[in-house]
């Protein structure tokens, strides 16, 4: 019985070894937890504003494709963001939150338990409000509805490591290119006070830096026998 199992265990690993990746795949579940809102140099400037530090989080889900240690990661999440002032002349706050659904195409490299990430994210932006002195208000209309912006972001797993299945914390930067604000809104956006743009109208940016988990999952890849016998689908 001991030699039946060896031989199964020798033919077993001859056939793998015989096997050439080509490419491979995997899928994974993601949330995301850190500072947002978006950058606007008018309210920077204005005396009658500051920013304060706000949250948001997001979750979905992606598909990796890799070739070796390289790949493309497609990612797909539902988000909610906000920024905060205060308004200096009663002491007040103001809130500005928008949900929107990402699309992420990033270039990943893993190597060492450690990854690297770099591509462009594309927002589509479902409902943004207001919160201003305690009066709620819906404000889409004066957003536009797309949003594109650069990501950056590096971690490592912390916990498995074979392939099959694995836990990854990282960190995330996001920066848009594009104008969150409607220009010439007959909202008033975005904070519904024309004087801010006095000396000229400045865009607003949106930006996020946190963290990201991600519970990984292998789904298998594509093997061809050196011997040149057409590539098969191989189950991790």
Do not use: H
């Amino acid at each position: 019985m001991k030699k039946f199992i060896l031989l199964i265990w020798v033919l077993t690993s001859i056939q793998l070894m015989a096997q050439k990746q080509i490419v491979w795949f995997d899928a994974g579940l993601k949330v995301q937890y850190g500072a947002t809102g978006f950058i606007n140099s008018a309210i920077f400037d204005s005396k009658d504003y500051d920013y304060k530090i706000a949250t948001g989080y997001g979750f979905g889900g992606k598909l990796g494709i890799n070739f070796g240690s390289s790949g493309l990661s497609l990612e797909a999440m539902r988000s909610s963001s906000k920024q905060d002032f205060d308004i200096l002349s009663n002491g007040k706050i103001a809130s500005i939150s928008w949900a929107t659904t990402d699309v992420y195409a990033l270039y990943k490299n893993a190597q060492n338990l450690g990854y690297f990430e770099i591509g462009p994210k594309i927002s589509f932006i479902s409902k943004v409000e207001d919160n201003l002195e305690n009066t709620s208000n819906e404000r889409t209309a004066g957003y536009n509805s797309i949003n594109i912006a650069g990501v950056v972001g590096f971690g490592a797993n912390i916990m498995g490591n074979d392939g099959r299945f694995s836990g990854i914390l990282g960190l995330r930067l996001e920066y848009a290119f594009t104008d969150f604000v409607k220009e010439g809104s007959a909202l008033n956006t975005p904070l519904r006070d024309k004087s801010i743009f006095a000396a000229g109208y400045q865009s607003s940016n949106v930006a996020f830096a946190g963290v990201v988990f991600e519970l990984n999952w292998g789904i298998g890849y594509f093997g061809k026998a050196q011997c040149g016998k057409r590539s098969k689908f191989i189950m991790f």
